[in-house]
T-cell receptor
Framework: AQSVTQLDSQVPVFEEAPVELRCNYSSSVSVYLFWYVQYPNQGLQLLLKYLSGSTLVKGINGFEAEFNKSQTSFHLRKPSVHISDTAEYFCAVGSSNTGKLIFGQGTTLQVKP | EAGVAQSPRYKIIEKRQSVAFWCNPISGHATLYWYQQILGQGPKLLIQFQNNGVVDDSQLPKDRFSAERLKGVDSTLKIQPAKLEDSAVYLC???????????FGSGTRLTVV
């Protein structure tokens, strides 16, 4: 069985500061990892994904994530956040055979001026 | 390309009433998913279709929920009768290739009173 744990339910940060949103996963098979962002009253938008290859993955809006197999982590980072980054962020693990995604509980990023 | 279309955007019904949601996927996307997102939680898979066949409906409360995907294109999700705990956002997502991430619709926010 696969599972995802997002270690922080809320992350407050000041504008232009760096941020890291933490994600740990559990899986007995090869995994594919994703980060999605959800703005209020909208659906989920794909930020970035890890399928294979380089463990450092760059996504949209200046976000990046690093796949760490030994620590079963896939933390999301941004060196300098903007007010517009305020949203809910979801980490997800994908099944290698069905394509089904299992989502974490989400982390609310609150960027303060 | 056009995104995933969902309707209605909002729906308020009384408990024990029935409701239906509609999803139009991205053209050519064979895989379609319905997720339930309760406030403050990550999305939870209800059902997965591959073309017009059901791949996984293990988390679908079949005593009250039903879904179909006619001709492998549009899909409808129905709840009958609705309960208070069904209040949530119902998200439709489609994928052209397994494990490459989904494209989500904007969702239908259901409130059961």
């Amino acid at each position: 069985a696969q599972s995802v744990t997002q270690l922080d339910s809320q992350v407050p940060v000041f504008e232009e500061a760096p941020v890291e949103l933490r994600c740990n996963y559990s899986s007995s098979v090869s995994v594919y990892l994703f980060w999605y962002v959800q703005y209020p009253n909208q659906g989920l938008q794909l930020l970035l994904k890890y399928l294979s290859g380089s463990t450092l993955v760059k996504g949209i809006n200046g976000f990046e994530a690093e796949f760490n197999k030994s620590q079963t982590s896939f933390h999301l980072r941004k060196p300098s956040v903007h007010i517009s980054d305020t949203a809910e962020y979801f980490c997800a693990v994908g099944s290698s055979n069905t394509g089904k995604l299992i989502f974490g509980q989400g982390t609310t990023l609150q960027v303060k001026p | 390309e056009a995104g995933v279309a969902q309707s209605p955007r909002y729906k308020i019904i009384e408990k024990r009433q029935s409701v239906a949601f509609w999803c139009n996927p991205i053209s050519g996307h064979a895989t379609l998913y319905w997720y339930q997102q309760i406030l403050g939680q990550g999305p939870k898979l209800l059902i997965q279709f591959q073309n017009n066949g059901v791949v996984d409906d293990s988390q679908l409360p079949k005593d009250r929920f039903s879904a179909e995907r006619l001709k492998g294109v549009d899909s409808t999700l129905k709840i009958q009768p609705a309960k208070l705990e069904d209040s949530a956002v119902y998200l439709c997502a489609t994928s052209g290739q397994a494990n490459y991430g989904y494209t989500f619709g904007s969702g239908t926010r259901l409130t059961v009173v």
